[in-house]
């Protein structure tokens, strides 16, 4: 049990759908192959 819990606190370095990628450690969204830098506060997901 404590394996999958683990696993599941882990965010993936990338995640991909179509032509949006999103890379939340660098804080960066790529979406139809141009970039968008976002704060802190526009990535941060308990913001939304």
């Known amino acids: 049990m404590a394996t999958t819990a ?3 606190n882990q965010q993936p370095s990338v995640l991909r759908t179509g032509e949006l990628e999103i ?5 960066l969204v ?4 141009q970039a ?13």
């Open 6 to 8: 683990s696993k599941m």
């Open 23 to 27: 890379r939340p450690i660098e804080g």
């Open 30 to 33: 790529i979406a139809g192959g």
């Open 36 to 48: 968008l830098r976002l704060s802190v506060r526009e990535f941060d997901p308990q913001d939304a």
